[in-house]
């Protein structure tokens, strides 16, 4: 069973940064794609970002230029540089990896971790 699990949220202030972890329990080489997720109370779910296997990433308009999505395979990690924050910012961000096993597609969460920006 794949576990996730995120570090490094917290409450930092208008126009600070941020770095998020996500560390997994298995090789994050096999994994399709994996990203990071956030939900603010009231709100759906939206996709932050995401990085392939191969490498390839995809950002929310919103963050783009501003966030950056990177992994590290050695380290079985993902991270999330978050730059120039802002109050829209503020939520719980969640990593996701989704891996296929031959004909089927699981999808995997961690429990997130709170990023707070005050202004």
């Known amino acids: 069973q794949v576990q996730l699990v995120e570090s490094g949220g917290g409450l930092v202030q208008v126009g600070g940064s941020l770095r998020l972890s996500c560390v997994s329990s298995e090789n994050i080489f096999t994994y399709n794609v994996m990203g990071w997720y956030r939900q603010a109370p009231d709100k759906q779910r939206e996709l932050v970002a995401s990085?392939?296997?191969?490498?390839?990433?995809q950002y929310a308009d919103s963050v783009k230029g501003r966030f950056t999505i990177s992994k590290d395979n050695a380290k079985n990690t993902v991270y999330l540089e978050m730059n120039n924050l802002n109050p829209e910012d503020t939520s719980g961000y969640l990593c996701h990896a989704r891996i296929n096993y031959g004909s089927a597609w699981n999808d995997y969460w961690g429990q997130g971790t709170q990023v707070t920006v005050s202004s």
């Open positions: 990085i392939t296997r191969a490498g390839r990433t």
